[in-house]
T-cell receptor
Framework: GENVEQHPSTLSVQEGDSAVIKCTYSDSASNYFPWYKQELGKRPQLIIDIRSNVGEKKDQRIAVTLNKTAKHFSLHITETQPEDSAVYFCAAGREGYSSASKIIFGSGTRLSIRP | NAGVMQNPRHLVRRRGQEARLRCSPMKGHSHVYWYRQLPEEGLKFMVYLQKENIIDESGMPKERFSAEFPKEGPSILRIQQVVRGDSAAYFC?????????????FGPGTRLTVL
C-alpha cells in the first residue's frame, strides 16, 4: 500500500540555524504534499503545501521542495526560533472525487530549538 | 468563522464500554476524515466520509469501529467494547471538497483513555 517515510524522527538545532526534514513517498500518483505542525497537546495545523506542478514553494522562513522523479520532498526552516519547536508531519495524497482522497502521513519529526 | 469542532475533548471509558466521538466540520465543508494518533506516533487515516456516505474506510479496524456522517448533525466515530489499545487521540479533519484546491483542516481532537 501507500507509504510515506520521514526523517529524522528527532532534530535539535541551535536557534538561528536552519532545519531540514525529508520525506519520501511510494505512490507515484501522489500530487499533493502538505506539511503540518503539531504543538504539544494541540491539533495539527497546515503550515505549507505543494502540488506536483511546482518544484519549490516559499513562505517567509519556510520552504518546501519537491522532486517527483525521486518521489522525495523536503521542508526547510531558516532562522529557526523557539516557537518553531513542535512535531512536524509530512504527508502525500492524491486528490479527486474518489476513494483515493485520503492523505498518508509520515511518522513525524520532533524539532527542538536550542536557545 | 468556527473551525472544526470535536467533542468531547477528553473521554474516559472502562474496558467493554462504548465510546462516541463527535465531529462538526467547518461551515461549508462536506468531507470529513477521521485519524487516530497513538502516543508519540503519527496520524493514521481511518475513514473518509461525505454526507450520508462512507467513501473510504480502508483504515478502520474490521471490528468494533464504525463511523457515520448523517444528513443532519455531526459525524460520529463509534467504538464498541473499548479495549486499552484504543487509548489514543482521535482527530477529525474536514475539507470543502476533494479536489487539488482543498485542504484538510483539523479539529482539536478527542483524547480517549480506556481504563
Amino acid at each position: 500500500g501507500e507509504n510515506v517515510e520521514q526523517h529524522p524522527s528527532t532534530l535539535s538545532v541551535q536557534e538561528g540555524d536552519s532545519a531540514v526534514i525529508k520525506c519520501t513517498y511510494s505512490d507515484s500518483a501522489s500530487n499533493y504534499f502538505p506539511w503540518y505542525k503539531q504543538e504539544l497537546g494541540k491539533r495539527p495545523q497546515l503550515i505549507i503545501d505543494i502540488r506536483s506542478n511546482v518544484g519549490e514553494k516559499k513562505d517567509q522562513r519556510i520552504a518546501v521542495t519537491l522532486n517527483k522523479t525521486a518521489k522525495h520532498f523536503s521542508l526547510h526552516i531558516t532562522e529557526t526560533q523557539p516557537e518553531d519547536s513542535a512535531v512536524y508531519f509530512c504527508a502525500a495524497g492524491r486528490e479527486g472525487y474518489s476513494s483515493a482522497s485520503k492523505i498518508i502521513f509520515g511518522s513525524g519529526t520532533r524539532l527542538s530549538i536550542r536557545p | 468563522n468556527a473551525g472544526v469542532m470535536q467533542n468531547p475533548r477528553h473521554l474516559v471509558r472502562r474496558r467493554g464500554q462504548e465510546a462516541r466521538l463527535r465531529c462538526s466540520p467547518m461551515k461549508g465543508h462536506s468531507h470529513v476524515y477521521w485519524y487516530r494518533q497513538l502516543p508519540e506516533e503519527g496520524l493514521k487515516f481511518m475513514v473518509y466520509l461525505q454526507k450520508e456516505n462512507i467513501i473510504d474506510e480502508s483504515g478502520m479496524p474490521k471490528e468494533r469501529f464504525s463511523a457515520e456522517f448523517p444528513k443532519e448533525g455531526p459525524s460520529i466515530l463509534r467504538i464498541q467494547q473499548v479495549v486499552r489499545g484504543d487509548s489514543a487521540a482521535y482527530f477529525c479533519a474536514s475539507s470543502q471538497g476533494a479536489t487539488s484546491t482543498d485542504t484538510q483542516y483539523f479539529g482539536p481532537g478527542t483524547r480517549l483513555t480506556v481504563l
